[in-house]
């Protein structure tokens, strides 16, 4: 970097600083004020005007350093560059400044968030990479529209912590600038400069946070990144262009996706149970990422840092290839599917909690079978259609003799015909798949094997000299099958499995009422049956149940895993769980209980205050003459009032 772009870049940062320290008394009479609120951490009025500063520093650095020919290699590129930016974000402060004042409705917020990168687009054409040249310029006009809305509203979603948007767009932004400058882009100045505005507003963002940045600047962050990142990075790799999004704004674009999830989800799951419909996809909620991680007990300091370093490491997998090549990612790929499974283990307990209960609720529903056996009908189809398709392509660039489209047609015919036939000879749609068993598995897999043979049989048949290319297309074709086919039916379960264990687990942010936080004595069947009963039952049958793991007096089980709860240890742990975990119940899993443990129990009870819980399953004599006095088989108490049946 030259030494003007460092002077540009240290100027923008002390104008931030300045301009922000003068908002904090210009906001309050603009009316650009942050007042306490249900969904609001702060409890005093903030100014919310450091967006305004940060847009000002930026375009009056770069116009300065533009007007004395102070940026090496400028030219009328990033003059246009600068009016079209300039024009396109005028249109989100002004929809912004409004927001912050009174307030705008979600439609006329995204109707601004489109109209500018039109505006931009109009005044200086963006090749997204994604698109042919030979193309029209619209289709890249309509990949930059749809870009630019996802990371304006990512930004404008993850602003809601001192410290953390503008956190995570000064690491977006110095990561693009260095991939910038080793590319030899002129546009790395400008990320640079931006940079700079935004550490000059985090001066003052930072916990206890004296301004904010307000919708404006949360927008005017993620539309910066949009419109800056591919000119930065450049267009030589499509490995570049798809790996971008993920690069410059991986955690807002997650918290994006998590609030998609788990609103939709959440009000399926109330249409499902025929609750009143509360709360659209674009309305607030108090569930994003750093609201959870708060509710954990982690500061907001903690939080903005763990955020940005996760951030940080986002944008390191996603670079690699673009600094080393293709080769590597393979490498970007395996640490992205890490980090996607602790995330999704770890951060979206709240989003499969809700798939969880509404694919009880589904399945539970009259009538609702038949549409999934519908639905999973046609879902198979198009699995068959793509799984023949693949394989062609695969096995043709593998043959010296490319065939005849046609005969690659009628494969694929041949191959969605018998595997279609497969799965209606099996009834597999009839089957209740949540309850389905490895041997539902391994007949599904003889199903498909054999229509993947029938297709060769067929089509070698027809076409002698494509035999073996018929085969290995079949066995292609049956393995892409086979997994595409048994993944919705297998999910089914596995979303109720981990709906229940979110539900159950011990968590900060769940029902303060209810049964509260439990521990199951007892690591051995019944146990296990008691997993397996909640996870079938009702997600209102035992509100506010958090289970905290098992006891077992059986010390080689401790330490280890039972559905993946953990086994704490024994009785004497008890004390230390009231302590740090607030135990509140036992909950006593043993088919026949010793005298001197009952008896342990009830001092534990009495010491500290614990409700104790028996869990059995009885097959009870029904007497079916008229006005017999039938035997409760559930809910009833023992000989103890504060012991209560739980089955």
Not at 158 to 186: H, P, Q, R, S, Y
Not at 593 to 611: F, S, V, W
Request: glycine share 10%; proline share 4%; hydrophobic share 55%.
């Amino acid at each position: 970097m030259s030494v003007e772009s460092t002077i540009a870049v240290i100027i923008a940062f002390l104008l931030s600083l300045a301009l922000n320290r003068l908002m904090l008394k210009i906001a309050p009479m603009l009316g650009l004020m942050d007042h306490p609120g249900e969904r609001r951490i702060h409890s005093k009025a903030i100014p919310r005007a450091g967006g305004l500063a940060i847009w000002l520093s930026f375009l009056g650095v770069v116009w300065l350093s533009l007007m004395s020919q102070r940026i090496p290699g400028a030219g009328d590129h990033l003059w246009r560059w600068l009016g079209a930016f300039a024009a396109g974000s005028l249109v989100l402060m002004v929809a912004g400044f409004q927001d912050d004042r009174v307030g705008l409705k979600p439609l006329v917020k995204l109707s601004a968030h489109a109209l500018a990168p039109v505006v931009f687009f109009l005044i200086f054409p963006v090749r997204t990479g994604l698109i042919p040249d030979t193309w029209h310029p619209m289709y890249d006009l309509a990949v930059f529209v749809i870009w630019s809305v996802m990371l304006i509203n990512a930004f404008n979603l993850i602003d809601g912590l001192d410290g953390l948007c503008g956190g995570l767009a000064a690491v977006a932004c110095f990561a693009l600038a260095g991939i910038a400058i080793l590319n030899g882009e002129t546009d790395a100045i400008l990320l640079l400069i931006m940079g700079g505005a935004i550490l000059g507003f985090l001066r003052y963002n930072y916990n206890p946070a004296r301004i904010f940045l307000g919708d404006a600047g949360s927008m005017l962050l993620g539309f910066f990144i949009a419109t800056a990142a591919t000119e930065a990075v450049g267009r030589r790799a499509v490995v570049g262009v798809l790996l971008l999004p993920i690069a410059v704004a991986g955690v807002p674009l997650l918290d994006v996706l998590l609030a998609i999830w788990r609103r939709s989800a959440r009000k399926l799951a109330n249409q499902l149970s025929g609750e009143e419909t509360k709360g659209g996809l674009f309305d607030a909620d108090s569930d994003h990422l750093h609201h959870r991680m708060l509710a954990a007990g982690r500061s907001q300091r903690k939080v903005a840092a763990v955020l940005q370093g996760v951030a940080i490491v986002f944008s390191i997998l996603a670079f690699l290839p673009m600094l080393f090549g293709d080769r590597l990612i393979s490498l970007s790929m395996v640490g992205f599917l890490i980090v996607g499974l602790l995330g999704v283990r770890h951060l979206a307990r709240i989003e499969i909690e809700h798939t969880g209960n509404v694919v009880h609720m589904a399945i539970k529903l009259p009538g609702r079978r038949r549409v999934v056996a519908v639905t999973l009908f046609i879902y198979d189809v198009l699995v068959f259609l793509v799984a023949g398709t693949m394989a062609v392509l695969l096995e043709t660039n593998a043959i010296t003799r490319m065939p005849k489209s046609l005969d690659m047609v009628l494969f694929v015919l041949f191959f969605t015909m018998f595997g279609c036939l497969a799965t209606l000879v099996s009834k597999v749609h009839l089957r209740l798949w949540v309850r389905a068993t490895l041997r539902d598995i391994v007949s599904l897999q003889f199903w498909l094997l054999a229509a993947a043979l029938a297709t060769f049989t067929i089509f070698s048949m027809s076409y002698s000299s494509l035999e073996w290319a018929g085969l290995r297309m079949a066995m292609m074709g049956y393995v892409i099958a086979a997994v595409g086919v048994c993944l919705p039916r297998v999910m089914l379960d596995l979303f109720r499995d981990f709906g229940m264990e979110a539900r159950l687990r011990n968590r900060k942010f769940g029902e303060a009422s209810g049964h509260g936080s439990v521990v199951v004595l007892g690591a051995g069947d019944l146990g296990a049956l008691l997993l397996d009963h909640l996870k079938s039952s009702c997600h209102t049958l035992y509100p506010g149940m958090n289970i905290l793991g098992f006891l077992d007096e059986r010390e080689v089980l401790h330490k280890r895993r039972l559905r993946s709860f953990r086994i704490l240890g024994g009785l004497s742990i008890i004390p230390e769980l009231v302590e740090e975990k607030g135990l509140t119940g036992i909950v006593l899993a043993i088919k026949q209980p010793r005298p001197e443990l009952l008896a342990q129990l009830d001092a534990l009870a009495a010491e500290h205050g614990l409700k104790i819980y028996r869990w059995k399953v009885d097959i009870t004599p029904v007497d079916t003459k008229p006005g017999a006095k039938q035997d409760k088989l559930s809910g009833s108490p023992t000989e103890k009032p504060d012991r209560t049946l739980v089955s």
